[in-house]
């Protein structure tokens, strides 16, 4: 019996482990999640894959975690690569993802800004306006518009 189950169980460890691993190898960041979200996914598989004996290094999450960016994220990498090697560690590498998404995330909401304003002034229409309705109807007998 005891030698059963433990035959059962190392066959749904090596199921698990192929799974995870097939996780590891194609998980990328998904648009809808924020950085931060993105590196817990990661730090937890690589905690499971721990748990079931496998040996993830920093470095193996490091590269995992620049790997599964989305190819606007391809600046970063190069930024990282010319990171002097003393400071590529995993904690540096997530601090450094996230501040980036901050300021990724200020930029497009300014650029947003600046558009909604751009098209409230074109479609304006002022007294003297061109674009105003009533600079298309016809003058009237006294010079004035109807």
Known sequence: MRDRLKELFEGKSQINIHLLQHKWYTITKEESDD????????????????????????????????????????????????TPESERTLVNLKTRLRLEESRMSAVAMNEAGTALITTRSKNRGGRYSQNSDKSKKPLGKRGKRA
């Not at 748990?51 to 995992?64: A, H, Q, R």
């Not at 620049?66 to 391809?74: A, G, N, R, V």
């Open 35 to 82: 950085m931060a979200t993105h590196i817990a996914k990661i730090e937890d598989l690589a905690y499971r894959l721990k748990g079931l004996g496998e040996t993830i290094s920093d470095s193996t999450i490091m590269v995992k975690l620049l790997l599964s960016l989305p190819p606007s994220w391809s600046y970063f990498l190069s930024a990282w690569e010319s």
